[in-house]
């Protein structure tokens, strides 16, 4: 069973990302996949979440409207589309599926 975050960088404000998650070891279509991040000297916490079938997503309030998580169960692929980038997205990006975290990647927003 693995997971494995990838699609982290440096961009600048108002620049864009797209974080894969890539799923093994396991039937990814049937669990909800959910984004967290955690930035240095905070909780981590829930960025999104979506539902085995593609449908149920849920945003927290600080991302709605710049993020988007979507899957490709056919690929055991999940996915947080980052628009609108803000300093305060800076942070170690986790997908966690089934139980199982990924071992983070870092996105920096910073100009």
């Known amino acids: 069973v693995q997971v494995v975050e990838s699609g982290g960088g440096l961009v600048q404000p108002g620049g864009s990302l797209r974080l894969s998650c890539a799923a093994s070891?396991?039937?990814?279509?049937?669990?909800?996949m959910s984004w967290y991040r955690q930035a240095p000297g905070k909780e981590r916490e829930l960025v999104a979440s979506?539902?085995?079938?593609?449908?149920?997503?849920n945003y927290a309030d600080s991302v709605k409207g710049r993020f988007t998580i979507f899957r490709d169960n056919g690929k055991n692929m999940g996915y947080l589309q980052m628009n609108s980038l803000k300093p305060e997205d800076t942070a170690v990006y986790y997908c966690?599926?089934?139980?199982?975290w990924g071992q983070g990647t870092q996105v920096t927003v910073s100009s």
């Open positions: 966690l599926v089934r139980g199982t």
């Open positions: 070891g396991f039937t990814f279509s049937m669990y909800v």
């Open positions: 979506i539902g085995s079938a593609g449908g149920g997503t």
